[in-house]
């Protein structure tokens, strides 16, 4: 990283890594401390416990970056902080933005790793997408971010930061109103610490954005959809097929468990929360999206309240999938609605930055320049797995 691009419509910010994100042992992130360490922490500096609530209320509501704006602490207690902690961990290495309002942004964690997370604009919303994991081990074909494998779960507090870095960017008095859980990694596989994360955004006092405006996004893992319904939360669920039958699935998504126990585990979910699954298909030209996938989906879908979302692939340079051509969408979407399933095709936003999920990671990894668009590989927004 570290050069500006030359495409007019795209603000790139760049910065070198600070030392002291990779030093564990430095300074915490605020938000990786438990509010009853903090609460200690204070009293052994004889402030009151109390301001622990305020300390953190400053970063995740009142934009902090700094604890220098926390002029309601004295100023000795706010020097010892700084010495002990970062009000926020993530460092902010690149951030772009399109024409049309999506913003990306590339953080870079304590360790030296880094992840991706986007803000889409659509009149009233601000939708945020976030990672949870840096890389995936899921593995889907076309997908930059689980080239590499997965390297660690994300904690909650920096799953939290992405919601802040990007809440942050907007202007004084906007808001974040939607969270979709669809950046890298698989949310499922790291489900404790997306779930305290998700507590803390849904708090009035937090980001306040409620469980019925987050999605959390999964490839189908059966066991966690089910501990997932079991809480009962009011998430909505999107569960990436892809294809119609297992074999074909198998060569898409490669740690496909069976469709069979997935859709079981959706209607498990549809049963426990009485929120209608999203099932996302991205479309390969001649791999899933010809007339008789479309059927064969509508087959295996019947008789479920399920909306499917159709995401066209977009091409990205190496990989070797093509976007659908319009006349095959065209019959896909008519097959599916005859059958009476409800469908909407993904929009394209932001797709003259490196939008697509793990694109803009990569770069970074690489240090190479590559095209800036048509970026995509899952989706053009990184909205799905
Ligand atoms: S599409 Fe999602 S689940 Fe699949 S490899 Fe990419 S990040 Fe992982």
Redesign the pocket.
Known sequence: MGTVEENPKVLMETSPPHPAMHDPVGPQPLLAVAPGDLATWLKARHAPAWQAQAIRQWVIQRRAESFDVMTDLGKELRVKLEADFRPLGTQKIVEQKAADGTRKLLLRLWDGESVECVMIPDEERRTACVSTQVG?????V?????LNGVLRNLKSGEILEQLIRLRNALPTGQRLTNVVV?????PLANLDELLEALALAGDPKGLGIGARHITI???GLPAKMRRLADLKKQYHLAV?LHAPDDALRQTI?PTNTGIDDILQAADYFFEKTGRQVTFEYVLLRELNDQKQHAQALAKRLGGRPAHVNLIPFNEVDGLPYRRPDDLALKVFIDELQKAGLSVKVRKRKGSEIDAA??QLRRRSERGVSLPLAPAA??SDHSL??
Do not use: D, I, N
């Open positions: 995936c081990g899921m593995g889907c076309f997908c930059a971010s689980g669809m950046g890298m990694g698989e996004s999964t490839v990436s998504v999920c793990g590989s899952s799905s797995k």
